[in-house]
């Protein structure tokens, strides 16, 4: 699958997760306990990683394995068209650089990213960029946050139907709370 392909694979997965939302009480139906999710209050927590969100926003969790680089950890969303995504890719030798200018090359492919910087998440330092996206007839603001921790890459989007600066105090709870828990590889 080419860059453009996995960008929009991406897309498609958080949006479907996004309409997804019907049912407010989502349940892990796992019975394993060694990878339970725990779910409080405006807390999520799976084991690999952690963060606070929202109040009166809901977390639907991934329950299903990807063949995908990227895969699907938890969506946590408002509504159909405001959301977090929190993706990883078990990077092996590839290099974490290279992955995130694939995921940054195939953003600009459908949309404009207007600013690009880096910022502290659970004390690494994170690649961030700012953009517009139209999938369709609608334009979406995008925040995407990526870094690597344990060899493994951690990419948050998050995704709004206005602009970002109105979902700053979402977004910093998010981002100020957020720890990865798994242990390093030996």
Same mark, same amino acid.
């Given at each position: 699958? @080419?860059?453009?392909?996995? $960008?929009?694979?991406? $897309?498609?997965?958080?949006?479907?997760?996004?309409?997804?939302?019907?049912?407010?009480? =989502?349940?892990?139906?796992?019975?394993?306990?060694?990878?339970?999710?725990?779910?409080?209050?405006? /807390?999520?927590?799976?084991?690999?990683?952690?963060?606070?969100?929202?109040?009166?926003?809901?977390?639907?969790?991934?329950?299903?394995?990807?063949?995908?680089?990227?895969?699907?950890?938890?969506?946590?969303?408002?509504?159909?068209?405001?959301? *977090?995504?929190i993706f990883k890719e078990e *990077? @092996?030798?590839?290099?974490?650089?290279?992955?995130?200018?694939?995921?940054?090359a195939n953003v600009i492919q459908?949309?404009?990213?207007?600013?690009?910087?880096? *910022?502290?998440?659970?004390?690494?330092?994170?690649?961030?960029?700012?953009?517009?996206?139209?999938?369709?007839?609608?334009?979406?603001? =995008?925040?995407? =946050?990526?870094?690597?921790?344990?060899?493994?890459?951690?990419?948050?989007?998050?995704?709004?139907?206005?602009?970002?600066?109105?979902?700053?105090?979402?977004?910093?709870?998010? =981002?100020?709370?957020? /720890?990865?828990?798994?242990?390093?590889? *030996?």
């Open positions: 699958m @080419g860059i453009i392909g996995l $960008i929009i694979l991406i $897309i498609i997965i958080a949006t479907a997760a996004m309409w997804a939302m019907d049912d407010k009480n =989502i349940k892990n139906p796992s019975n394993n306990t060694s990878n339970q999710t725990n779910i409080t209050k405006n /807390h999520y927590s799976d084991g690999n990683i952690s963060f606070d969100y929202p109040e009166g926003w809901d977390v639907t969790p991934n329950n299903i394995t990807s063949s995908s680089q990227f895969n699907l950890i938890v969506t946590v969303s408002k509504d159909e068209n405001n959301s *977090l995504s *990077l @092996g030798t590839q290099n974490f650089t290279y992955s995130v200018a694939s995921w940054r459908n949309g404009m990213i207007y600013y690009e910087g880096d *910022l502290t998440v659970d004390n690494c330092t994170a690649y961030e960029f700012m953009a517009n996206y139209k999938p369709e007839d609608k334009v979406y603001t =995008i925040r995407g =946050i990526a870094f690597q921790k344990n060899r493994t890459g951690y990419y948050l989007m998050f995704v709004f139907d206005n602009a970002l600066l109105n979902y700053k105090t979402e977004m910093d709870k998010v =981002i100020n709370s957020f /720890h990865v828990t798994e242990s390093p590889i *030996l």
